[in-house]
């Protein structure tokens, strides 16, 4: 009986893992929605930690955001929802971040509606459609020879409660 339960409890993880989940596009994304694809091993909070965890997710190679070879999704563990995503890569050159950074602008308007807030900058994109705002933008990171292109897309009400559970870890007195 002994046997069965310890070849049980090697078998039991290696059939969860032979499932390959789909990869999902960040323009598919939900914002202030559940995360699609049920996770293989639930996420539960830390006492004392974040109000939130992440995960990183492939991008699927068809993406108009290919340029991306993953992201990263922030989600909420008291509501379970996605509220942010984030993306990155490095380049050797200003010019070649530049012309990515004009192919991710022009999908995340077109998937978003996204209106651009003007900021005055060549190489950085603010924008905002309703709940959703993102920024997209080539920079040299401190100390770094390379530029990298980056990307935040969110929710504007998920980032304001994920302040908001977080202030009480902030400040004793909860303000």
Known sequence: M????S???L???LVCYSQEPATIDLLHIKFGGPFPIDPAFPAKPIK??????SIVVPM???????VFFEYRVDIMFDT??????HASRTFRSMSTCTQN?????????????LKPINNGLRS???????DIEAQVGCNYPMGSPYTELSLYLGSKSGREHFANELRPYINKDGR
């Open 2 to 5: 002994r046997k069965f339960f």
């Open 7 to 9: 070849i049980a409890t």
């Open 11 to 13: 078998l039991v993880p």
């Open 48 to 53: 004392g930690g974040l109000p939130s965890y």
């Open 60 to 66: 699927p190679e068809p993406s108009p955001l290919n």
């Open 80 to 85: 379970g929802n996605v509220f942010a995503a």
């Open 101 to 113: 950074w004009s192919s991710v602008k022009a999908a995340l308007m077109s998937a978003f509606h």
């Open 124 to 130: 950085m994109f603010e924008g905002e459609a309703g």
